[in-house]
């Protein structure tokens, strides 16, 4: 998931989130400890046996040496195998899991495919611009009803407030006249059974925003964000602002100004299913203000009070109730007036988003409505055969990909590298490959690769899904070398430990191994391509 995770300290049946200076990650640079090769016209036994020598030095000294390797890398136009260590074992993925999820949604879905959320009513407006049923906001598993700008192009941005789909939706609605509801505000994410946590999600992925929970509705990422800014000197009081505004938690707010030389120190504490959150500690007076992104648990019904409030923002006078509906409920004979719909981007831009910054949640939604579109089902068994369908379609062996959740958030998650390449070689062959291709991060440039392999012959060259949680390891895609050969590669570390950096540079350092060693097109491919078609 390539998450900056907070250090865990867990009492009773309490969440305690012990919060430092810094709350993201930040990739080390990569140390430069090889000499460049690229250009080298070696025999391929000469490279491959090159190779294996630096990738026993770069994994035989500790602490790469005490975690489980799995490495595949082949020719991407031949498949012929270039090198393997441990090909054919399970590895828990992380979020490589993405690339099987999103090349199934794009096979099932198609790059074109957009989401509908609308605003709809089996009552009627009357003359005077009454609403007399309830209104429904149904969600059909569009993962961007934020304030997010696309095409992604570089780096993540943002325009207006977080809540600004529902802004548009309720705009919509005050222009039909709508001035007085007598109905409740109903929040509809029946599109998809009712399961907002998969297997093998840990109970603290819960609190922060790479384990929102999972909801046909998804509102800013289904998270609110509390903004905590220092005062400007020693003793001031530390001002907590949450936004949107949710009333899916609220905020006790212990934090207080320190003296500037005084380093952050702050503790966030949340009991599972507890509305209250309490944050408390120091941040240094004048210093920036610090951003805590929590988790909605429950999406549906905060997206339908978020509705609520834009429309009494907006002069409506809502006398019903506001709540949620899990559950489709269809009356003979009776069809609901479609008032309002959103409609959102191609798929192919919310993939590139997905995979350019490990977005977990949004996963889980693209893996879901692929199979909502297929038809109706009853828990993720019914996903996992569907996706298992298609891996066998795919070329892979059923028993090389263990799937319990589609972002690889799930420590039950275990698939071989030589799954991966399958399914990066079978990506090559079909319409939707450019859109899969253009969402990998690349190396020194975007995404969560954006400040790794900087400044060396990697850079510009890895495209690369990334993966990490505890313990685990991975990058796999492809690398194009400077003599013109593309590779498709899978790398893989279970068990490691150390420093977080420490299997980081081993990867780059593999990476740069493989694009110079492997630099050359062979020779009779080169001649194949000179002759007339």
């Known amino acids: 998931m390539n998450i900056g995770r907070a250090s865990l300290k867990c009492a009773a049946a309490t969440w305690v989130f012990v919060l430092g200076g810094l709350f993201l990650n930040a990739p080390a640079s990569l140390a430069q400890k090889k000499k460049h090769h690229a250009g080298s016209a070696a025999s391929p036994a000469t490279a491959r046996s090159r190779f294996a020598t630096r990738v026993d030095t770069l994994l035989g000294a500790e602490p790469a040496s005490k975690g489980e390797w799995g490495l595949l890398i082949a020719d991407a136009e031949t498949g012929e195998t270039l090198y393997e260590q441990n090909a054919a074992k399970y590895f828990v993925p992380a979020s490589n899991m993405k690339l099987f999820t999103t090349a199934l949604a794009l096979d099932k879905l198609g790059p074109e495919f957009r989401f509908h959320t609308t605003l709809e009513s089996t009552g009627v407006v009357t003359p005077e611009g009454e609403l007399s049923a309830d209104l429904v906001l149904v969600g059909r598993g569009d993962p961007n009803l934020s304030n997010r700008k696309f095409p992604f192009n570089l780096k993540e941005e943002f325009d207006g407030p977080p809540e600004s789909v529902l802004a548009e939706l309720a705009d919509a609605l005050v222009a ?43 509102v800013n990422d289904n998270t609110a964000t509390v903004t905590l800014t220092p005062g400007q000197a020693a003793g001031d009081a530390v001002q907590a602002v949450v936004a949107p505004r949710s ?70 006078e809502v006398n019903g109730g506001v709540r949620a509906r899990h559950e489709s409920i269809m009356v003979e004979g009776v069809t609901p007036t479609v008032l309002a719909e959103h409609v959102s981007i191609p798929l192919g831009d919310s993939v590139k988003l997905v995979n350019k910054i490990s977005q977990n949640l949004h996963t889980e939604v693209l893996l879901r409505t692929a199979m909502r579109q297929a038809g109706t089902w009853n828990s993720f068994d019914d996903i996992a055969k569907f996706a298992a369908d298609f891996y066998a379609k795919v070329g892979i062996a059923p028993q090389d990909v263990i799937q319990t959740d589609g972002s690889g958030l799930s420590r039950h998650d275990m698939v071989t590298p030589r799954a991966m390449l399958t399914l990066l070689r079978y990506a090559q062959t079909r319409p939707w490959f450019e859109s899969f291709f253009a969402s990998l991060p690349v190396a020194g440039v975007d995404g969560t690769l954006e400040e790794r392999m900087k400044n060396t012959p990697a850079a510009g060259r890895v495209h690369a899904k990334t993966g990490s949680v505890e313990h685990v390891r991975a990058l796999s895609g492809f690398a194009d070398t400077a003599g013109g050969r593309r590779l498709a590669f899978s790398f893989m570390t279970n068990n490691e430990y150390g420093k977080n950096h420490e299997t980081t540079d081993a990867m780059n350092g593999l990476c740069l191994a493989m694009i110079e060693e492997f630099n050359a097109v062979p020779a009779k491919r080169s001649r194949e391509h000179k002759q007339p078609h």
């Not at 007598?182 to 929040?187: C, E, K, L, N, P």
């Not at 007076?285 to 339908?304: D, G």
């Open 247 to 316: 009333l899916d938690f609220v905020v006790d707010n212990q934090v207080t100004t320190s003296a500037a030389n005084v380093k952050a120190d702050l503790t966030l504490t949340r009991a599972p299913g507890a509305h209250l959150v309490v944050v408390r500690g120091t941040l240094p007076e004048k210093s920036a203000p610090r951003k805590l992104v929590l988790a909605i648990e429950q999406p549906a019904l905060h997206a339908a009070k978020l509705l609520t409030a834009l429309l009494e923002q907006r002069g409506v």
């Open 176 to 218: 039909k006249g709508i001035k007085k509801m007598s109905g409740d505000v109903v929040a509809d994410d029946s599109y998809f059974p009712r399961e907002r946590y998969p297997n093998g999600w840990e109970i603290d992925d819960m609190v922060w925003e790479y384990g929102a929970a999972i909801s046909a509705l998804v």
